[in-house]
């Protein structure tokens, strides 16, 4: 009965953005989000839903006007293109809704633009408005009085998306968070109870997002383990569900450092061919992280670098974010932070400047404070004004550190000392099928040869740097002295294309030749 067109707006560039490494990949975008094929599986067969991904292609307004409703989603760093967007459609008549991260903490952020808006979660209120629309009843604001059922949560419509064009499939296995972090919004949006799908509705969409040909998929939730208890029998099924299918897929995910306690746990994430984990590590600074009641990061069991350190042994690498700008931080902590991030061989940090998001407990206690930058576009990168530090330090403290962190000898020193002294082979528990199975095993360590070699020679051939091929050359070689494995030897390419982007970013931001692009 409708014609339906689900927007996802083009980022800003940002860390995670991967705008500079993405062409040199042969990609458009680094992954789908989740919402798009989620909202296409929550919308009755009698319409129609087109996906529209403008990371991946341009928007055609002259389609969007001769549809019933275009809906748009987006996070803050997408707030100026949505509202471009939405100001054109509003101009050429188009009903239209927006949903997702930002407009669920910023409700009247397009007030006057829109028709239609879902705070928070969507999978009973999409379903509700369509109905409403249909019988001309909708209201203006939808949200659920319940977080959503997960076990009754369809399989998304990833056949719906372009997806030869993103780097990396995406899957949600859970949502929701135990930890009670002062500056984060996913507990706001998602709770702090962890809901978890069933084993059957995860294999399903490993299923179609295999048959999608996507090889390397990102398991968004906001933290894997926050049920560890549900989430080691999901894993012993994923594990089932790779030995079955010749372990087709490579897995990245998010977790609590807490992880490290749990051995077990961590040989079932290994087996399950998790490859890498990203950890809210937030700052070296211990009173920093009680302040924003990091309580987890702070518990006994070892030092923060020894939990690391713990992590990496295990088979995974790490991926940290990183946060300079709370009230226990003085001038000293830039130093910490990069000295940290050496120690602690995390190769890939996301470095930011602590931000207030709005409907967090640290946006309200900045406020009642008077120490919140109210503007759009706050003139020192962040709307917080730091209480040891002058706004102006923490700006040009936050582009010194990573201008430092990606410089090519700390960077590459850090991921020498992970692959090359100590040995990380990611991929243990797929090494173990392949014993047994060892066609399998040629089959799959050709495809990543040849995709290594693929991708080395798009570094060599459209790197405009000099100094940066030869940097890349050096290491590459280096690197096969040392190891010969082909599906190491891919990521090690991988992370010298993630090098590129954070390296181009961290030094126009440093030239002054862009703006400050903060991490949050």
């Known amino acids: 009965m409708a014609d339906i067109v689900l927007i996802n707006p083009r980022f800003e560039v940002s860390y995670w953005g991967m705008e500079a490494a993405l062409p040199l990949m042969g990609k458009r975008a680094n992954l789908p989000v989740a919402c798009l094929p989620l909202l296409a599986a929550l919308t009755p067969s009698e319409h129609t839903v087109t996906l529209l991904d403008e990371n991946v292609e341009a928007i055609n307004f002259e389609r969007l006007a001769r549809a019933d409703i275009v809906g748009v989603t987006g996070m803050s760093v997408q707030r100026f293109r949505m509202k471009e967007i939405l100001t054109e459609l509003k101009r050429r008549g188009v009903f239209t809704v927006v949903g997702g991260p930002l407009v669920t903490v910023m409700e009247d952020y397009f007030e006057g633009l829109v028709d239609v808006i879902f705070v928070g979660e969507a999978e009973d ?10 019988q001309g009843l909708h209201q203006y604001r939808y949200e659920q ?24 499939g995406s899957v949600q296995f859970s949502r929701g968070c135990p930890f009670q972090c002062e500056f984060c919004d996913i507990i706001v949006t998602f709770g702090r109870r962890p809901r978890i799908k069933s084993s059957e509705q995860i294999l399903a969409e490993l ?3 295999r048959a ?22 999901i894993l012993r ?21 807490d992880l490290a306690d749990d051995a077990e746990l961590m040989e079932l994430m290994v ?12 700052s070296p600074n211990e009173e920093s992280l009680r302040e924003t009641k990091k309580y987890q990061n ?11 350190h713990r992590i990496q042994k295990a088979g995974m690498e790490v991926w940290c974010g990183m946060i300079i700008g709370f009230d226990n931080d003085d001038s000293s902590i830039f130093e910490a932070q990069r000295k940290f991030i050496q120690q602690s061989r995390i190769a890939l940090s996301m470095t930011g400047m602590l931000f207030a998001i709005p409907k967090t407990p640290l946006h309200a206690r900045l406020a009642e404070e008077g120490r919140l930058d109210f503007s759009d576009t706050p003139e020192f990168g962040t709307n917080v004004i730091p209480l040891k530090i002058g706004r102006e330090e923490l700006r040009d403290g936050y582009v010194r550190v990573m201008d430092q962190l990606y410089e090519c000898d700390a960077y590459f020193e850090r991921l020498e000392s992970l692959y090359l002294e100590e040995r990380l082979y990611v991929g243990a528990g797929r090494e173990r099928y392949w014993r047994r199975h060892p066609w399998e095993r040629i089959k799959t360590e050709g495809l990543f040869l040849a995709q290594a070699i693929g991708l080395y020679a798009r570094l060599m051939r459209n790197v405009p740097e000099a100094y940066l091929r030869r940097e890349y050359r050096k290491r590459f070689w280096r690197f096969l002295r040392v190891r010969q494995n082909p599906g190491t030897l891919l990521f090690y390419v991988i992370h010298m294309a993630l090098h590129y982007h954070a390296h181009t970013m961290a030094k126009q931001m440093a030239s002054g030749r862009s703006v400050v692009y903060n991490s949050f």
Request: avoid cysteine.
């Open 145 to 168: 009085h319940e977080k959503s059922d997960m076990t009754r949560v369809p399989t998304p419509r990833f056949d719906l998306l372009k997806s030869r064009h993103y780097a990396f």
């Open 271 to 282: 087996e399950a061919n998790i490859i890498s984990v990203f950890i809210g590590i937030e």
């Open 125 to 134: 209120t999409w379903p509700q408005f369509l109905n409403e629309w249909k």
């Open 298 to 308: 702070v518990r006994a069991g070892g030092t923060m670098l020894e939990k690391i």
């Open 237 to 257: 099924d994923v594990i089932a569900w790779q030995h079955k299918h010749a372990y087709p897929l490579t897995l990245f995910t998010e977790a609590s450092i």
């Open 212 to 233: 999608e040909k996507m090889r390397i998929v990102f398991i968004v939730d906001d933290n894997l383990i926050g049920n560890k208890k549900a989430i080691k029998e």
């Open 207 to 209: 299923d179609a997002i």
